[in-house]
């Protein structure tokens, strides 16, 4: 740690012996404003930067929509666009730094109200989901908030922890689990897009692993849902997660270089035709392995860590609309080697090693065509996406090897054709519909011991190809000033076992108040299963679960939002979520529900086929209180009171695995300007919710078989002690003419308090212990822009 310490000091000591007192620096603020429904773009629209000492300026958009403000002092700026009969637009709290041009092509949404009534601004609307046609349980999220909230270490996923309706359940891993679902519901989108799990040390069959592939470099802001979602969403149960890449710049190149406990960062954009097409490029590789050498564990002593990956993003303008050619993907290894004195053996895991190995693509190429005499746009993308995932585990002792051998070797992926198309009749309706083709190919592989039998059993072996194919149809209609109907139809058919659903979806919004809104939400949700499920073979070689339904769950949902002066606002939502088509085992008096599994695609050691029978009931009460970033102040205060309970035969409930009964966020901050363009932001998170539940263990049945068997007859009666985690983070920026540079730190656990996994069994000690989660996680990361 000394050594590391040193390290980043004589880096960020050779930046700053080279500063000197300067004037401070300007920037440009640019972009396009285009209508939100048609795009095309908006001539004669006004975007002005607020809150200068030296008073507003700003400019008019030309006949393009594209606007230039230059001589913008830096800092955090409040910029707002207005345009006749289009609602108001504010980004309020946006950083503009001296090495880089603030570039943003903002869409509006035009009113439908008269013009001499009182238009609901953007203002008001902080926050709210950049996708229109969605009502409830859904918010933006910008790459500066990923970077802002402690703990988050730019992460999307660990970003969502102090959102409503996301409960805790790890510390060195970032699924999310929503309202009480499995984290396999869960929904990736990118450009439009589903995409394979875009984590490093990402988890078989879930949708979660150690950090994303996503870079902040590339992302820009993006939706995030959980649950009630309008009908363009499908093939997810719980949420979704819609991610953008924003634009490179396209007339002057830029540069970043970041430095940090994680990894190496560099990022590049610029013109490859000045003032048209532009590209956006961003690497990182990770310095997890030269930590290890120094002493410094993200996981343990024993773990060794490695991955990098890679973020493009190019555009081309065209005649009729644009092209873009986008791509992501990350490599990634874990090595977990054993306890290298003998000695030390004082339970099973201290003598076993793992080695996984997780890699994930995804690249497509969209094309926009806009007919400006008809209001719409066309938008198509091909597109290809893979995951292939690895990983064995064994135990290095010779005398219980053959008790302990883990194989599996999973390639996913799938080839896409996506198109919809999008028209404005009039500024009261919307119609939008779609059409998705996945040709989904797979080659699956799972082999382990069998502890009773000692046999070598490999139950899922399978290499083929499917066909998934989705349409939808959505509107968006205004009858009336202070009402929104946002309704649709989603469709699915999963070829493999010719499995369909047909998914209607509704969301109503209605103005209670200038201020005030109420909001009901319904939607029919299906999702087919980790394709692994469908291939676990029967001892005489069968596939008894191929033919198993699509999962589906009924999602209702009634809110009510409030907006405060000075950027504050509360919203309150109540939600009923009720499951069906839920995998069980049918025969032998099971409690198994799949839903209830962390991760995979079954249970090992058990050939009973699976039956689509199971259900379950989500209910609870999310609440919100928050102010955005203004005058230097953000809080986000978020709780959740919920109860998840599940039947196997429609007769008796248990407890789900997830029916931690309440979860809780305080995350607040604050940023501190000093003389000579320096900033200072503090940020404090707490995160407290009720543990998650378990099944106590059987001790003979487990003896027997030197493996974790659960006693059904308390399935899921006991529970974890409560989840507590305490994150800080302090970030240090400044500007100069020609540079700009920020510190960040990010301790995780700040107080290293030890929360709990999981129960497992022990054969080395002949009991059950609680496995613990990690300790404080320090990130430190010192970035340069130019």
């Known amino acids: 740690m000394k050594n590391i310490t040193l390290f980043f000091t004589i880096i960020i000591s050779s930046f700053l012996v080279t500063i000197k007192a300067q004037e401070t620096p300007t920037q440009t603020i640019k972009g396009q404003i ?52 289009y609602e108001d637009y504010v980004l309020e709290g ?14 509006l949404i035009e009113s439908a109200e008269l013009m001499n009534e ?86 078989i069959g879930g949708s979660g692993g ?29 949420g979704v997660f819609d991610m953008k890449f924003r634009k490179g710049n396209n007339e002057n190149r830029e540069y970043t270089i970041k430095a940090g406990l994680l990894g190496l960062d560099f990022a590049t954009e610029g013109p490859f035709k000045k003032g048209e097409s532009s590209y956006l490029f961003n690497y990182r590789y990770s310095t997890l392995g030269i930590l290890s050498s120094f002493g410094v564990y993200v996981v343990n002593p024993r773990t060794g860590n490695n ?32 306890e290298a004195d003998q000695t030390d053996w004082k339970i099973f895991d201290d003598q076993t090693q793992y080695d996984l190995s997780t890699n994930m693509g995804a690249t497509g190429i969209t094309i926009s065509n806009i007919f400006e005499k008809n209001n719409s746009y066309l938008k198509t993308t091909f597109a290809a996406t893979a995951s292939k995932i690895k990983w064995e585990k064994d135990s290095v002792d010779v005398n219980l090897n053959e008790y302990n051998i883990n194989n599996e070797n999973h390639l996913n992926g799938r080839y896409i054709l996506s198109s919809f198309y999008n028209k404005k009749f009039n500024s009261k309706f919307t119609l939008k519909t779609g059409i998705t083709f996945n040709s989904l190919f797979y080659n699956l592989n799972r082999s382990y011991q069998n502890f009773t039998s000692k046999e070598y059993i490999n139950d899922i072996q399978e290499k083929g190809y499917s066909l998934l194919l989705q349409y939808y149809i959505q509107a968006r209609y205004t009858p009336k000033e202070k009402i929104t109907i946002n309704g649709g139809l989603h469709t699915l058919f999963f070829a493999l076992n010719n499995t369909y659903a047909i998914e209607p979806r509704l969301g109503i919004r209605y103005h209670a108040g200038k201020n005030s809104a109420i909001t009901f939400s319904y939607g029919l949700h299906s999702q087919i299963l980790p394709l692994g499920t469908y291939f676990i073979q029967a001892d005489d070689n069968t596939l008894p679960n191929k033919n198993l ?51 995979g695609y079954g249970i090992e050691n058990n050939n009973l086929p699976l039956a689509s029978e199971g259900t379950g009931k989500n209910m609870g009460i999310d609440i919100t209180f928050e102010k955005y970033l203004s005058n230097n102040l953000f809080f986000l205060l978020s709780g959740s ?21 309440f979860s809780s966020s305080i995350m607040i901050g604050k940023e501190f300007i000093f003389k000579k363009n320096n900033a200072l932001t503090l940020g404090f998170r707490n995160l407290y919710s009720g543990g998650l539940k378990y099944t106590p263990g059987d001790p003979i049945a487990s003896a027997a078989i030197r493996n974790l068997v659960e006693d059904e007859n308390f399935t899921f009666e006991n529970q974890l002690k409560n989840y507590w985690r305490m994150d800080i983070q302090a970030a240090y920026r400044k500007d100069k003419p020609k540079y700009a540079w920020s510190l960040i730190l990010d301790i995780q656990n700040i107080i290293n308090y030890s929360n709990e996994l999981s129960l497992i069994y022990d054969f080395t000690l002949n009991d059950f212990i609680v496995k613990p989660q990690s300790g404080i996680i320090p990130v430190i990361s010192f970035q340069v822009d130019f």
Do not use: C
């Open 34 to 85: 285009i209508d939100k429904d048609t795009r095309q773009s908006l001539p004669g629209a006004e975007v002005y930067v607020t809150g200068l000492e030296s008073g507003d300026i700003g400019e008019v958009t030309d006949l393009d929509g594209k606007f230039r403000i230059e001589n913008v002092p830096i800092g955090r700026r409040t910029i707002i666009v207005s345009f006749m009969g």
């Open 94 to 107: 946006i950083i503009l730094n001296s090495a880089k041009e603030l570039v943003l092509n903002i869409e």
């Open 549 to 599: 339904d699509l999962l589906k769950a009924h999602h209702i949902v009634l809110g009510y939002d409030h907006s405060f002066p000075k950027s504050m606002r509360l919203n309150v939502e109540l939600y009923y979520q009720y499951l069906f088509n839920v995998p069980v085992i049918k025969d032998g008096g099971s409690t198994f529900w799949m839903l209830n599994n962390l991760k």
């Open 118 to 203: 009182v238009v609901v601004t953007a203002k008001e609307k902080s926050n709210r989901p950049l996708n229109k046609m969605i009502t409830n349980s859904s918010r933006s999220f910008s790459v500066e908030e990923s970077k802002r909230y402690p703990g988050s270490i730019a992460d999307p996923s660990r970003m969502s922890l102090g959102f409503p309706g996301v409960q805790l359940t790890q510390d060195n891993s970032n699924d999310i689990v929503i309202r009480a679902n499995s984290s396999i519901g869960l929904l990736w989108k990118l450009e439009g897009v589903e995409i394979a799990n875009p984590n490093h040390f990402a988890t």
């Open 641 to 661: 009171l919920f109860q998840s309970t599940y039947s196997t035969d429609g007769t008796v409930s248990y407890s789900t695995r997830y029916d931690s009964r």
């Open 210 to 238: 150690g950090i994303s592939v996503f870079s902040a470099s590339v992302l820009d802001n993006s939706d995030f849902s959980t649950g009630a979602f309008p009908a363009e969403y499908g093939n997810a149960l719980s």
């Open 307 to 338: 991955f990098q990956d890679l973020s493009f993003n190019t555009y081309f303008p065209t005649k009729s609309g644009t092209i873009q050619v986008w791509g992501i993907g990350g490599l990634s290894s874990e090595l977990n080697i054993p």
